[in-house]
């Protein structure tokens, strides 16, 4: 399809990592989009299974009792290449390469206070001043695959390969694979918090999406049950 004999392609969509942190003015959002989006994405469900609950000294659960969502991991593979920024001649990729992209990721695995907080507390530690004790949790994540996918995850896997690098032997090339496994509302009900709240809200919205689309396939389904068989 062109347009004033310009050739039009869809607008592609790139899919990311959202750190959600608290900050002085609210939840802070530190977006960490693909820079390629990856090639597959793998998803295991693993339901509750009834017959795996000890039933001494009380009746038999019900076959069919489903009392949590199924626990669900996704895992994907992740690239990161310089050679976009070195070709637009970028001074931070000609001296860091993608190790600030690799830091980033790594940042969702590790206790954190926010990003301006856990750089002071990193400064006051080098420094050698005294710092009261730290709570030790990591950020909420969100994974932003397109607008009918946003779901609340904690990186539960993490890997990575790192290949050619520059003279300072910081990496030219990463290969990250990621497990990441599903939060969902249950495990949030220990504490509440606005990110909590938007973790939820995130999931819900998610369900809510499947559920239209469950019903879409329903309806579809009996419409052509109800066609006329044509001989021909």
């Not at 399809?1 to 039009?8: A, E, I, Q, S």
């Not at 390469?97 to 590790?110: F, S, T, Y």
């Not at 689309?213 to 009996?222: C, F, I, K, P, T």
């Amino acid at each position: 399809m062109t347009d004033g004999g310009h050739l039009r392609s869809p607008l592609l969509v790139r899919g990311a990592l959202v750190q959600l942190t608290e900050g002085l003015i609210g939840v802070v959002p530190n977006i960490i989009p693909f820079q390629y989006n990856p090639q597959s994405l793998s998803r295991t469900l693993t339901p509750w299974n009834p017959f795996e609950v000890d039933q001494s000294g009380r009746g038999q659960l019900a076959p069919t009792a489903q009392p949590f969502d199924p626990e669900e991991t996704i895992s994907m593979t992740i690239e990161l290449d310089a050679a976009d920024r070195l070709g637009d001649g970028d001074p931070l990729a000609q001296v860091l390469g993608v190790a600030d992209r690799i830091a980033a990721i790594e940042k969702l695995l590790m206790p954190t206070s926010g990003l301006l907080g856990d750089l002071a507390g990193a400064a006051a530690d080098l420094a050698g001043v005294p710092q009261p004790p730290k709570r030790q949790t990591v950020s909420i994540v969100l994974l932003f695959w397109g607008a009918g996918r946003i779901l609340p995850v904690r990186v539960s896997s993490y890997s990575i390969e790192e290949t050619e690098f520059l003279p300072t032997l910081q990496p030219l090339m990463a290969t990250i694979s990621l497990e990441l496994k599903v939060l969902t509302p249950d495990v949030f009900k220990c504490e509440s918090s606005p990110v909590n709240e938007l973790a939820i809200a995130a999931y819900r919205y998610f369900r809510l999406q499947q559920d239209a689309l469950a019903v879409s396939h329903v309806a579809r389904a009996a419409a052509d049950a109800l066609l006329p068989a044509w001989p021909f």
